[in-house]
């Protein structure tokens, strides 16, 4: 499975972005994506996944209510929708999937990952 993960930019606090992960190879509608973010100087960490079938879905506390994740009619794609961003926020984002799990929050335990894509939120 190769991922690309896409729609990163420069925004204003509050304002909304909409990340996208699409995948080619495998049959993607089988694996359970996860949202990690890495800011400068910090380690990766879990933002949020959602299963194959897209009926589970989890968020890390920092994103809860903001955050939402949807996989695209086509399954190849997994869209995650930030609200209200924080300068917090700031980071490159990156995708990553593993096949038939429920969401994982651990980096190791992820097979695949993306490129990472720039999200910077000013103040």
């Known amino acids: 499975v190769q991922l690309q993960a896409s729609g990163g930019g420069l925004v204003q606090a509050g304002d909304s972005l909409r990340l996208s992960c699409t995948a080619s190879g495998r049959t993607f509608s089988s694996y359970t994506i996860g949202w990690f973010r890495q800011a400068p100087g910090k380690e990766r960490e879990f933002v949020g996944g959602?299963?194959?079938?897209?009926?589970?879905?989890y968020y890390a506390d920092s994103v809860k209510g903001r955050f939402t994740l949807s996989r695209g009619d086509a399954k190849n794609t997994v869209y995650l929708q930030m609200n209200s961003l924080k300068p917090e926020d700031t980071a490159v984002y990156y995708c990553?999937?593993?096949?038939?799990?429920?969401?994982?929050?651990?980096?190791?335990?992820?097979?695949?990952w993306g490129q990472g894509t720039q999200v910077t939120v000013s103040s």
């Open positions: 959602i299963t194959w079938s897209g009926g589970s879905k």
């Open positions: 990553a999937a593993k096949p038939y799990t429920m969401v994982i929050t651990t980096v190791r335990e992820y097979d695949y």
